[in-house]
């Protein structure tokens, strides 16, 4: 089980591995991190810090995508959650609870997507446009179009401050992926999400209840926005509802992507996400460390990404597949026809 | 009937003539409410037309020129007074005000200027960009003396006419001093959360003792970036010197704690301006000149920055 | 007959999916003027081998020549523009364009720099009497049967390619008739000296047109054969690599017992009308009629797939509601749908999720099945079923369309049911699987569980029903009991005058 894992997210690896080591190449200190008034500090700390928003609407972005729909409202949400969060603490609200009213906006958008695409059977990607569209100008309302500025040492803990020197971002985004992640695979929701995504139509025949599975993927992936727009609120100390988790949405897409996941849903893997996830931010770093003129930010990311997806296209994988195939061990001792006792395999 | 005829000429003259003294209907067409100042720039003309006792049109056009080419027209037909036009883009203006001339509506662009003739418009109240970095650069070169200083800049969002302006003049005004340098710039796309981000990147390959200076496009990422530096341990405003553009209520809330050094005002302050251009042209026919520059002030932390914050904060910013 | 140069030779043809072989050094060899058959079981490799001669799939070994020249097709439509055209089973062409466009799709007549519609009719209505057809091709293709469509299609290919046409069970949709007309049309091919591949199920078919056929198996050429030279016996045995046993016929049944489920009245408008049903444990109700006589829809009402909206049902004399398949499955209610690809399998999972997943989806996803769990239920249907795969993490799209029918009746006899409904279980599967699948149904039936069948095969329904309900136009217009159960009496009742 652990294996076949490793061996699935074993690209992502080598690609993650490839872009910190291109960042160390333009700067020279990236790996080194030192501990300094109270807090770890470092690149290598800011990447994994800075990726949390991305790691955490990945998260959930990963399962909506596995059943074949897409979640375009997540940066929409994330501005109305740090609105509703700011508004709760300026409104004098002990922290905990704004934090857990920014939580339940994000539950009410989660669930608004879930009902349009499961119930009304809206295509996902137009059920959650109207929340993209919308859901900004929600946050705009509640911070009245300006910057909602707080100062609640709690809140501001959440998105600035630190653990036990560590980041609080890092600990929450790694919180929240295992947890998604063990509560998926340890039971079957795994299984029933798989199989929604490839075939709705047999799933529902097969006795699966696709409308709440449905339901619970967008749920989850708005607890996961709503989330990260409070650590993203918390960070700047103001919820900046115009600014706030804007073109987040295409990142945390990109990121499934970079996973591996098909976007024609099915087959998932969290981790991988997660890994795509900071390797974004990792080309972020590398954007913003080499110190080139601002107007190459976008075509390097553009050619970075180009050349991560092409290494993963079917095309070149198949390729990479026959050259193993051609000088490794597979081809002597090639598999029988049909053996009746099944083999250990990983999934390909 | 020569009295009739008198009382009804003095009567048609009389009638437009108290119209002009009070209640002339303004309509004023907004890009939206895309940022803080952009709010405040509504507030404030509200303030200002409500204080000379106009009648106030508003409408907000959510970023599409379609809304704002619409809310001319009904603003023709409605036959207000004058138009206050903030324009989303700069081109394919020329149709819609041809028809707000041809009903004799004088029209004045707020904040940013386009691309068509001139008689089309009465003038443009717009601020100087290319002068508000200068003043920042000029403040720079004035507060660091002779001392060597490395200078990291936050840019506005790439390719916008603001960044490239606001980086211009302050190339200008520090092009002289050849203690003061740009080592880093980066885009911190007008943001707080950039701002923050791109600091902590320029703190560490940069190292915090190399930098004696930030400048930064517009407050908000230099509020973000006072974050940044206070977690890498060091002091802003003392260690890392910050002036920023635009004078928004919180960089003077961190004026005053002394984390910021200076601010230069983008003033939301267009209409007042105009105002006053539309009453010299109804009091006596005056035309006014085809640009009017607001004032760029420069703010630091010698002003009364608790006065200006309490001043400033119900704007809307 | 055989001429000393082969239009197409295709030598030593492999290709490997991770984990299984599934050609292994497959020769072809096409003469011109020939009608050659690709025979073999569902998953012997025939799809493969043509997708690896048109480039569809990349091939991992071997050579293909073209006329005595090499060739190595990139995909489907290089080898059109070398020669070789293939028309497949659904008709690929562009519905919402006139037969004419599609004829000259990419290649029409120009006149001043516009499509030339005129002559495009012209020479399109010149082309197809060369195909016997005389149609208005200025008409949507939608506007013509299947067959039509399939033999503009094959025109189009002709045209495009003009050396080899491979014919993927181009008749599997077609009545009679239209079976006559495209055989016509394939001899015409014939004539202009075409050599013609084509694949089907049905062996008299084969026998009617071929000259020759190869026969696969397991990914290999167990034979190739002059068909004027064998019988169909001594072909069904290289294909199966076994004999195969005599035509079945009704067998007596032991005696049903308790009644299960009663249904009264039982209808969904716009789709069945009200029906009586009872079903005893131990009975195998077949359903019977034409196709759209509503034998699916029967099947479809009782599971809850559409939800009945009048009548009501009982479960061992207690009420019973059933609004979707959820409920159903719950009282142990089990449907294997008609269209196996879009109904029954999850095609990415694997074959071992796929057979659990309807025993997960009743347990809940809080309770899930543990992995050695899984593995010994399916461990122990691929041995009672002898479902053939490379490996249990291998998905299920990859299984032949006999192994995946068997892997589904696997899904649904792991929840354990009492009222199993089987709608189509032997469409488009191999003779071995089929007889396999009616052997399982009987002996289901003899250990007590309760069936519904819908097939379109009749002797099949009369070999193993108890009773057979006929259905005509969405109604139920007969049960044939014992001794009347023949092909024969459901043929009448099919034919009978409506009755009300």
Redesign the interface.
């Known amino acids: ?1 652990m294996k076949s894992t490793l061996k699935r997210v074993m690209p992502q690896i080598i690609i993650l591995a490839l872009v910190l080591a291109a960042n160390f190449l333009v700067f020279r200190g990236f790996f080194h991190v030192e501990f300094q008034h109270g807090r770890l500090f470092g690149n290598l700390i800011d990447v994994l810090n800075r990726g949390a928003p991305t790691a955490l609407l990945a998260t959930g972005m990963t399962l909506v995508i596995a059943t074949r729909g897409i979640d375009l409202s997540v940066g929409a949400v994330m501005a109305i959650a740090g609105a509703v969060a700011a508004s709760a603490v300026v409104g004098g609200a002990h922290w905990t609870l704004a934090v857990l009213l920014a939580l339940a906006a994000g539950a009410a958008c989660g669930l608004w997507n879930g009902v349009l695409v499961a119930i009304f059977r809206i295509q996902p990607i137009v059920a959650t446009l109207v929340l993209m569209v919308a859901g900004r100008g929600i946050g705009q309302l509640l911070t009245e179009g300006a910057i909602l500025t707080f100062n609640d040492p709690g809140l501001i803990r959440l998105g600035a401050g630190t653990i036990a020197a560590v980041p609080t971002p890092i600990w929450i985004w790694i919180a929240v992926a295992c947890v998604v992640g063990l509560v998926i695979r ?4 795994g ?2 999400i ?2 929604v995504g ?2 709705q ?9 696709a409308r709440v599975l449905l339901i619970a993927v967008y749920l989850v992936s708005g607890l996961c926005a709503a989330l990260a727009g409070v650590i993203v609120a918390a960070d700047i100390k103001g919820a900046d509802a115009n600014n706030a988790g804007l073109w987040m949405e295409l990142d945390a897409i990109l990121a499934v992507v970079i996973g591996g996941n098909s976007l024609l849903g ?2 998932f893997s969290i981790t991988a996400s997660l890994l795509g996830a900071l390797i974004i931010q990792g080309v972020n770093s590398l954007i913003l460390l080499s110190g080139m003129p601002v107007e190459f930010n976008l075509v390097i990311k553009a050619l970075i990404i180009i050349a991560i997806l092409v290494i993963q296209s079917p095309r070149v994988r ?1 390729s990479l597949y ?1 050259l193993r ?1 051609s000088t490794g061990p597979v081809l002597r001792e ?7 006792t ?7 | 009937m020569n009295i009739l005829k008198s009382l009804l000429a003095s009567a048609a003259i009389l009638v437009p003539a108290v119209a002009m003294a009070e209640g002339e209907t303004i309509g004023f067409s907004q890009i939206g409410s895309e940022s803080g100042w952009r709010a405040a720039e509504t507030t404030v003309t509200k303030q200002q037309a409500e204080e000379r006792g106009y009648d106030l049109k508003f409408a907000d056009a959510q970023q599409k020129q379609e809304n704002q080419i619409k809310a001319i027209r009904s603003f023709v037909a409605q036959g207000v007074d004058a138009i206050l036009l903030a324009p989303v883009v700069a081109t394919g203006w020329e149709e819609v005000l041809e028809e707000a001339k041809d009903a004799d509506i004088p029209v004045i662009l707020l904040d940013r200027n386009i691309d068509a003739p001139e008689d089309l418009y009465m003038t443009a109240v717009t601020s100087d960009q290319v002068h508000e970095g200068m003043v920042a650069g000029n403040w720079l070169v004035e507060a660091v003396g002779d001392a060597e200083c490395p200078v990291v800049e936050l840019q506005g969002t790439t390719g916008s006419s603001p960044a490239i302006s606001r980086k211009k003049g302050f190339e200008e005004a520090i092009a002289a001093a050849d203690n003061i340098s740009i080592t880093r710039s980066q885009t911190g796309d007008f943001t707080r959360a950039q701002g923050k981000v791109v600091m902590e990147s320029f703190l560490k390959s940069e190292g915090g003792e190399n930098i004696c200076a930030l400048y930064a496009h517009n407050d908000d990422m230099a509020v973000g970036a006072i974050q940044a530096i206070k977690e890498a341990g060091l002091k802003p405003g003392e260690d890392i010197k910050i002036v920023s553009i635009d004078s928004v209520p919180d960089i003077h809330l961190a004026m005053k704690a002394g984390e910021a050094n200076a601010t230069v005002e983008l003033t939301p302050n267009m209409a007042g301006p105009a105002f006053d251009v539309l009453e010299a042209y109804w009091k006596d026919g005056t035309m006014p000149p085809k640009w009017i520059q607001t004032e760029s002030k420069l703010y630091t932390s010698d002003d009364d920055n608790a006065a200006i914050y309490e001043s400033k904060k119900d704007l809307g910013y | 007959m055989a001429m000393p140069e082969p239009v197409l030779h295709a030598r030593g043809i492999s290709k ?1 999916f ?4 599934a050609l ?1 050094d497959v020769e072809l060899a096409l003469y011109p003027g020939e009608v050659h058959a690709l025979l073999g079981e569902n998953g012997a490799g025939k799809s493969t081998l043509i997708k690896c001669v048109t480039g569809a799939y ?1 091939r ?1 070994g071997g050579t293909i020549a073209l006329s005595g020249a090499e060739i190595d097709p990139r995909d489907p439509l290089d080898s059109q523009s070398l020669g070789i055209g293939t028309v497949y089973q659904e008709v690929n062409l562009l519905e919402n364009l006139t037969v004419a466009e599609n004829l000259f799709l990419g290649r029409q007549p120009m006149r001043w720099g516009m499509v030339d519609h005129r002559r495009m009719k012209r020479e399109a209505r010149d082309i197809l009497r060369d195909y016997g057809l005389d149609i208005d091709p200025g008409r949507l293709l939608s506007s013509y049967s299947i067959a039509i469509q399939q033999i503009v299609a094959i025109a189009r290919a002709v045209e495009l390619s003009g050396k080899v046409l491979i014919l993927d069970e181009p008749t599997a949709s077609l009545d009679h008739d239209e079976v006559q007309l495209l055989f016509s049309v394939i001899e015409r091919l014939k004539g202009r000296g075409l050599a013609i591949v084509f694949i089907t199920h049905f062996l008299d078919q084969v026998f009617a047109i071929s000259d020759r056929a190869t026969i696969l198996r ?2 290999r050429v167990v034979g190739t054969r002059r068909l004027a030279d064998v019988s169909q016996t001594e072909i069904v045995t290289l294909m199966l690599g076994r004999q195969l046993e005599a035509a079945t016929h009704h067998r007596a049944h032991s005696e049903p017992g308790e009644l299960l489920l009663s249904l009264k009245g039982f209808g969904k408008r716009g789709s069945i009308e009200p029906f009586d049903m009872e079903i005893r444990e131990g009975e195998v109700v077949g359903l019977a009629g034409l196709l759209g006589s509503g034998r699916s829809e029967t099947a479809n009402v009782v ?1 809850g ?1 559409v939800a009945a909206d009048q009548g009501t049902a009982e479960l061992r004399g207690r009420g019973l509601r059933i609004t ?3 409920e ?2 719950r009282n142990r209610f089990a ?1 294997c ?1 008609e269209d196996r690809k ?9 074959v071992r ?1 796929n057979i659990i ?2 025993l ?10 543990p ?1 050695a769990k899984a593995e010994e239920i399916a ?1 122990h249907y ?2 009672a079923l002898d479902i ?7 998905p299920i799209r990859l299984l032949s369309g006999g192994n995946q029918q068997k892997a589904l009746l696997a ?1 649904w006899l792991a929840t354990e049911p009492e009222l199993l409904i089987l709608d189509e279980p032997t469409r488009g599967i191999d003779v071995g699987a089929h007889a396999e699948i009616i052997a399982l149904i009987e002996d289901l039936r003899e250990k007590g569980m309760a069936l519904i069948v819908a097939s379109s095969e009749m002797e099949e329904l009369v070999a193993y029903s108890s009773r057979i309900v006929v259905l005509r136009d969405r109604r139920q217009v007969g049960e044939l009991t014992g001794h009347e159960i023949s092909t024969k009496s459901i043929v009448e009742a099919i034919a009978a005058e409506d009755a009300a």
């Open positions: 089980m340890r039971s079957a929701l299984l029933l798989e199989a490839i075939n139509t047999s799933s529902r025949l097969a006795g699966i209840n099915g087959r198949h026959l195939a090639r598999p029988k026809p049909a053996p009746r099944p083999q250990e395999e990983g999934q390909s | 490997f991770p984990g299984a072989i292994d990349s991992d397991n990914g599971f797939v979707n398949p959820r159903a499955i449907l749908p879009t109904d029954g399998i999850v095609g990415d999972l694997s999720e997943l309807s997960q989806a009743r347990q809940g996803w809080h309770r899930p099945i992995r461990q691929v041995k053939r795969l490379a490996s249990l993490d291998m899904r």
